[in-house]
């Protein structure tokens, strides 16, 4: 995915203007006022159009850069069967770390959490080494958990004194992380 931080980064560095990298990206379906919204968009983390590979690529050779340095690799686990805020103690271990470092943490972390972390992980690295990444410079720039609500099939009952009921509610959340190249 297209990193809106390192797209402006760059684009400052180089003092290239937006109508500059509009008549770079112009394709089929785009003119240069399409291409020069939708740049704008990227710039402030609106991927609406959503950048193809395409359009990344051009966006490269416009800024004289490679591609991967424009980008950056999500993945993540959705409806994860465990509490948001189990979940952030382990993410908050491994945010800013190298890929490394951040596994061998992992893998020595008594919690629930951190298998799932690693899966999720495990994927980002996969994904930038399917696009010749090179993944002994990558770390992980964003690690973030955000609540999903009760999980479906869990809202249960506990019997409790005098005839009352007491739900059972079981959270799930949603694990994202980032990874860049360094």
Not at 112 to 130: N, P
Request: with cysteine; hydrophobic share 40%; net charge positive.
């Amino acid at each position: 995915m297209l990193s809106a931080e390192k797209l402006n980064d760059i684009r400052r560095q180089r003092q290239i203007g937006i109508e500059q990298l509009a008549g770079q990206l112009a394709r089929g379906g785009l003119d240069s006022r399409q291409a020069a919204v939708a740049i704008k968009n990227w710039q402030k983390g609106l991927f609406k159009p959503k950048p193809r590979r395409e359009d990344v690529r051009r966006l490269a050779t416009a800024l004289a850069v490679e591609e991967n340095d424009l980008v950056d690799w999500r993945s993540s686990y959705r409806y994860a069967p465990l509490s948001a805020s189990k979940a952030r103690l382990v993410t908050q271990l491994i945010v800013g770390r190298n890929v490394q470092d951040a596994m061998d943490i992992l893998k020595f972390t008594r919690k629930r959490a951190a298998t799932m972390i690693d899966k999720v992980l495990r994927s980002a690295i996969a994904g930038a080494d399917e696009q010749q990444a090179d993944v002994d410079n990558l770390y992980i720039c964003q690690a973030r958990v955000d609540d999903a609500g009760v999980r479906i099939g869990t809202k249960r009952w506990i019997p409790k004194d005098r005839g009352r009921a007491h739900p059972i509610r079981k959270k799930a959340c949603h694990i994202h992380i980032t990874v860049t190249q360094s």
